[in-house]
């Protein structure tokens, strides 16, 4: 497993370069623009989204797949606990963020499994899913590299992808973005500067 682990590491950080690269090398308008964009997927109920019925609140994404056994379950939990921790301080501000979590696997994260999966998490997280074009259409409009790992029986693969948390803002451009390992608490604190009353 050790090598599995160091994989999932390079893979990390290669999209986590991959990003950087991205918003270093934009125009003087900056990287922002670069991070986000149209999408066409189905939330956890069956119904269909696109990004503009994400427009006039904040999202707060996350891209990563359900049968992760721990960096994307950390991602989502930090970020429910950073939203728990906005919601005491300024529920107004709470209020106007959804969190969004974007399925990197769609084959197995089928309508009903992420059903299950986000009530896990803080209630309203909404996941999304699709097609493999689609999924992988709307990662790279948020520059996530994702890719299949092979390991075990066919169906135990694991994905190696990006992990990164972004906010955007209801206008549906990149505000600011976390890694998984940042502090729920910390994270609360920059959701509660960046969020207008
Ligand atoms: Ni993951």
Do not use: N
């Amino acid at each position: 497993m050790l090598s599995l682990a160091l994989s999932l590491v390079i893979g990390g950080w290669a999209g986590w370069t991959y990003l950087q690269r991205g918003l270093s090398d934009s125009p003087a308008a900056g990287g922002a623009a670069l991070v986000g964009g149209p999408f066409e997927l189905v939330d956890h109920t069956g119904a269909a989204r696109s990004e503009k019925d994400f427009l006039g609140r904040y999202s707060f994404i996350y891209f990563g797949y359900t049968f992760c056994p721990d960096v994307c379950p950390t991602a989502l939990w930090t970020m429910s606990e950073a939203l728990d921790s906005l919601a005491e301080a300024a529920p107004e501000k709470a209020a106007q963020v959804v969190p969004v979590f974007f399925t990197v696997d769609p084959e197995r994260d089928t309508v009903d499994v992420l059903a299950t999966y986000v009530e896990s998490f803080r209630p309203g997280f909404v996941g999304l899913t699709g097609s493999l074009a689609q999924a992988t259409a709307a990662a790279k409009a948020y520059r996530v590299f994702f890719r299949k790992v092979e390991v075990g029986e066919p169906e135990t693969y694991l994905m190696d992808h990006s992990s990164i948390i972004y906010l955007m803002g209801p206008d549906g451009a990149y505000l600011d973005h976390f890694t998984h390992t940042a502090q729920a608490e910390d994270m609360a604190k920059q959701l509660a500067e960046l969020i207008g009353d």
